[in-house]
């Protein structure tokens, strides 16, 4: 799976993005977004386009993965920009730039920081209970999942799949989401008496180091600045 692959991405990773602080990291991706959606140039989104691809060269994270997943975000780009067509070829390629701009910077948030972290960094700024539900669906979700697919898998090899009968099709379909619904109430139930056996009391302690400024940081903050005064000057050129 796309996503189970993203998170080892982040989590194996060793470049210098990967062991750069959250805060500096979200810093850097918050300045490239303003940058891709303020653009109004196909000039200047292929540029920023173009650093982040770069960024990902650097990271030598699966460019299969992240391929896969552009697909989605360039494909629903592509609906809105056939409306824009017809006004002119630049303003539709702008559409699914930006689009697929966006998702990629997004990506390379998640390919290179770790999801606990990122739930970390929010509990200084979140209500702790928030965050707590954030972490116990992160770690549910992929248990989930994986109890989908091997409901799915048995409902094809025991012939649940009928082509010419579409409705008993979709009543199997139905049966598995809403097994998967009742095992993920259970589930729920079971993890929360498992934490309060550990002592939980409604917030998960978390260790924040980030402010001890390395020169992973430093690389990443000055590249922030290149970005930001590179699209003001993009911005003014143009």
Known sequence: MHLSAIDQMAGNGNS??????????????????IGIIGADNVIQLGILIGVVIIMFIITRVHAKEIIHLLI??????????????????????????????????TLFLLSTTPWIEIFA??????PGLLVDIFMFTYRSFF????????????????????SFNPLMSIKNMASVVGLVILNSFEMSERMYKIYQLR???????????????????GIVIVLSLLIVFGTVIMWRLW
């Open 16 to 33: 210098i993005f990967h062991h750069a602080g959250v805060p500096y990291k979200l810093l850097m991706v918050l300045a490239l977004l």
């Open 72 to 105: 989605y975000p360039a494909f629903f780009s592509s609906l809105f920009a056939l409306f824009k067509f017809q006004e002119s070829l630049a303003s539709g390629f702008i559409v699914i730039m930006k689009g697929t701009g966006a998702a990629l910077t």
């Open 121 to 126: 960094f929010l509990s200084a700024y979140l």
């Open 143 to 162: 248990i989930l999942i994986d109890s989908l697919e091997n409901l799915l898998r048995s409902i094809r090899l025991r012939g649940g799949y009928h």
């Open 199 to 217: 002592g939980y009391t409604g917030g998960i302690p978390v260790v924040r180091d980030w402010w001890k400024v390395t020169y992973t940081d």
